[in-house]
């Protein structure tokens, strides 16, 4: 089973690479399950129903949160109905959607889980390593993945080696820079972060000018998205049907071709 886990989808380039590249490589690594971070699907911040409609029909089935899960007032219309959209368990407001989401794959219960990391991360108020334990005793499935949204490596790795053979796919998100670091521990794959999907040439995925003008000058800026090509970043894990662990975990990072 191959399953595809994309990195923070960042505003309307973001969206643009998933509808480019989601059916190219569902089609050229024959992908059984999608999973993106869409925290910042909406300019930059949040999510809105339409662009949740559309990343679905792009071919994403489960769509993973973030700190900016609440950013867009729209959330809230929809966030208690939406089926494939996962918040996460230890972050608040608490109270509107959910944390897990159990999807059927190849005869597989697959339960994606998306928890927040505590360091350098606002409004967590609870421990993720604490959360991921009660989530496991209280959700029986064949596979387990988990988007760990947070800014710092050191936690991610921690998770990864405490639910090593627990947890099947812990992948990080939030940072927007991929690291190098995936690994398989225990029949579990991980890498600290995807990556993003969104403007080359940004920081994080905004402006240049206004993000140096930021860090140089007390300014205060506005919340501009960069423009211009843009970058894929994601990883393809494979799992074993037959023992139900990663066997294989590579990194996609998809640049423009003129870089
Ligand atoms: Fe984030």
């Given at each position: 089973?191959?399953?595809l886990l994309i990195g ?13 590249y989601?059916?190219?490589l569902?089609?050229e690594h ?148 991929q690291?190098?670091?995936e ?8 890498i600290?972060?995807l990556g993003?999907c ?33 970058i894929f970043c994601g990883a393809i894990v ?11 975990i590579e990194r996609i990072q998809i ?5």
């Amino acid at each position: 089973m191959k399953i595809l886990l994309i990195g923070d989808i960042v505003g309307a380039i973001g969206r643009e690479m998933i509808m480019k590249y989601v059916p190219i490589l569902k089609k050229e690594h024959a992908l059984d399950l999608v999973i993106a971070n869409g925290e910042n699907s909406a300019h930059g911040k949040g999510i809105t129903k339409k662009i949740y409609d559309k990343l679905l029909q792009a071919g994403v089935d489960v769509i993973t949160m973030g700190n900016h899960t609440f950013s867009k007032n729209d959330i809230y219309n929809f966030i208690d109905e939406a089926q494939s959209l996962i918040r996460p368990v230890n972050m608040e407001p608490t109270g509107y959607g959910k944390s897990t989401c159990i999807v059927h794959v190849k005869g597989k219960k697959i339960a994606v889980s998306n928890v927040c990391g505590e360091v350098f991360m606002y409004n967590v108020i609870d421990s993720p390593f604490l959360c991921m334990e009660e989530i496991l005793e209280n959700t029986q499935a064949d596979i387990h993945i988990v988007d760990f949204h947070g800014e710092a490596t050191s936690e991610k790795i921690a998770f990864t080696y405490r639910f090593a053979g627990e947890v099947q796919v812990v992948v990080g998100t939030h940072t927007h820079v991929q690291t190098a670091d995936e690994r398989i521990v225990k029949g579990t794959a991980a890498i600290s972060d995807l990556g993003m999907c969104g403007a080359y040439e940004s920081v994080l995925g905004r402006d240049v000018n206004e993000i140096v003008t930021r860090f140089t000058t007390n300014e205060k800026t506005k919340y501009t998205l960069a423009t211009g090509p843009g970058i894929f970043c994601g990883a393809i894990v494979t799992i074993d049907e037959q023992t139900n662990q990663a066997t294989h975990i590579e990194r996609i990072q998809i640049r423009p071709k003129e870089v």
